[in-house]
């Protein structure tokens, strides 16, 4: 159907082929018509809970919230595992193992809304607290980490240091050089690509002009601030390509770029620098309209009483 | 020889006496063992054979002869108490295993005849252990806060037509040291039969088989978990057996 490949045909097309065959005006995207997998669009119903005879499958059934509960009694079990191995293990006059260690640092306990939706039930915040509570007792023993499956579980990664994980390896062109190039490098009407190439001489290069294509000092410094951030002024070359928009925006879609590619070339500390100093976040700000009966977007008429 | 305890058992019949009341006994009748009666597990007075999964020994070495203080006794726990020792309470463990093993007979019918039996406890210490004994029997345990109208308003509660239990064990009776467990009046309203723990402190009065004993310590709910645990495996295993040979 539609010339695609029925073989190749994924939840995108569906949705490309819902638009087109149905077209709908309405302005909020979760009224409008939809093709997905009933699990996506129906919220998971508890099974049933009975058998023939009447007996409840679950044993903590009367509890009211037999899952909830399930996973506190699974966290107490875990725990008095771990107590009876350490003293086994102090018993022989050993100590827990360094290196494996938990790291935690880079995830969170998942949220009460998150924890209600795998259990299918609803907890309270108190509930929630408890929950919380007896998972950090868990990751505070010695040995947690022999049970790291269970915790792995209940945490979620942080969105920060998930794109961190994601960093592309660079490609190397005809004379040995690495380059990576970001495309969509995006700020206010702004749009371009820029690629970084390395080891280079610290060469830019801004639609085939050098940094003097921006007059302004300001927006010289925004291309610049990436590579002197993270000491790479002269060590790599820099090619834009970039349209729309004015200095500012240009300038401002070129810094992200070069930090965007930038995270090929540094170390995993000048990564999170650069994260925690905004490099790596976009600016999705966009010019606000001009109101009919004011002047500017915000701007008002000055105001007299009378 | 039969242990002292037992000897009384077969003396009265199996009916409860209680010590010091001055309600007037049934008249213990005659247990006659033939062959017929022997295959009808009601007419039989210890038909799972609970009589020999515990001696007053064990009790003792469970600690469950301790009871509280001398002030904070319930009166009617009275005819269970055997005296006091620097101030507290001392259960007669022979009353104690009297009615322990009434209670674990009757446990091991209910499970004979495919009833749901529920294990409440409201002690945290022990709680973990009470819902790990109910899983391993099959059954369901009740060890956090009780929302009211769970039995009164299941239909409601639940979402749908439930079946309630069909016996609540109670490791202990009470929610805290000032309350009872709503639980044991709402069985009492639902008609559920109890059977309860009941500690020095504790109101007998609402328990079906209330079984005088320490209600805290964990050697002895380990004790009475260990009990229940091998009442309700007879009594299932005995409805295998029923079932297998009438099919």
């Not at chain 1, 058998?51 to 899952?67: I, S």
Request: charged fraction near 25%; aromatic fraction near 10%.
């Amino acid at each position: 159907m539609m010339g695609e490949d029925p073989e190749t045909f994924t939840q995108k097309d569906v949705d490309r082929a819902i638009e087109y065959l149905f077209p709908s005006g309405i302005y909020d995207p979760a009224a409008r018509p939809l093709m997905k997998p009933p699990e996506e669009v129906f919220p998971n119903r508890k099974a049933a809970e009975f058998d023939e005879a009447g007996r409840p499958h679950h044993f903590l059934f009367y509890t009211g919230k037999p899952n909830f509960f399930k996973l506190l009694h699974d966290a107490a079990e875990t725990i008095q595992t771990l107590y009876k191995f350490e003293d086994k293990v102090i018993r022989k006059k050993e100590i827990p193992d360094p290196n494996a260690e938990l790291e935690l640092l880079a995830s969170v306990w998942i949220t009460r809304e998150e924890l209600e939706q795998s259990l299918v039930e609803k907890i309270t915040d108190l509930e929630y607290d408890n929950f919380k509570l007896v998972m950090e007792r868990i990751v505070s023993l010695p040995y947690s980490y022999r049970c790291k499956e269970f915790i792995e579980k209940y945490r979620k990664p942080l969105a920060s240091q998930r794109f961190a994980l994601e960093i592309p390896k660079p490609s190397y062109d005809q004379d040995g050089r690495a380059f990576i190039t970001t495309y969509e490098c995006l700020r206010k009407k702004a749009r371009g690509d820029v690629t970084i190439r390395s080891p280079g001489t610290g060469k830019i290069t801004i639609n085939g002009k050098d940094l003097t294509y921006f007059q302004d000092v300001q927006s010289r410094e925004q291309v610049l601030f990436p590579l002197i951030f993270s000491e790479m002024l002269g060590k790599v070359d820099v090619e834009c390509n970039i349209e729309g928009g004015g200095p500012s925006g240009q300038s401002g879609a070129i810094r992200w770029g070069i930090a965007w590619g930038l995270r090929s070339f540094v170390d995993k500390n000048m990564l999170e620098a650069m994260q925690v100093a905004g490099l790596l976040t976009r600016d999705h700000r966009r010019r606000e309209r001009k109101k009919p009966g004011q002047p500017g977007a915000r701007k008002k008429p000055t105001w007299k009483k009378r | 020889m039969l242990p002292r305890c037992l000897q009384r058992h077969v003396r009265n019949g199996f009916t409860l006496s209680r010590y010091y009341s001055n309600a007037p006994q049934p008249e213990p009748a005659q247990v006659t063992v033939d062959e017929s009666v022997k295959t009808s597990p009601l007419d039989h007075p210890d038909f799972f054979q609970v009589h020999n999964l515990f001696t007053v020994k064990d009790l003792f070495d469970a600690g469950v002869h301790y009871g509280h203080k001398e002030g904070s006794l319930n009166e009617f726990m009275l005819p269970y108490i055997y005296g006091s020792r620097q101030g507290h309470l001392i259960f007669d463990l022979d009353i104690t295993a009297e009615h322990l093993r009434k209670a674990l007979n009757f446990a091991a019918h209910i499970a004979y005849r495919g009833g749901i039996i529920c294990f409440f406890n409201r002690n945290a210490l022990n709680a973990h252990l009470v819902e790990k004994t109910a899983q391993e029997c099959g059954e369901y345990a009740h060890t956090r806060f009780w929302r009211g109208g769970i039995f009164t308003n299941a239909n409601h509660q639940f979402g749908a037509v439930t079946r309630l239990p069909d016996l609540c064990i109670f490791m202990n009776t009470q929610n805290n040291i000032l309350n009872q467990h709503t639980a044991v009046r709402d069985s009492a309203k639902m008609l559920i039969p109890t059977i309860g723990i009941v500690d020095s402190n504790c109101s007998p009065n609402l328990i079906t088989y209330p079984v005088p004993g320490n209600d805290d310590t964990p050697r002895a709910i380990e004790m009475y978990c260990k009990l229940f645990k091998a009442a309700i495996k007879r009594g299932k295993d005995a409805r295998m057996k029923f079932l297998q040979e009438n099919n």
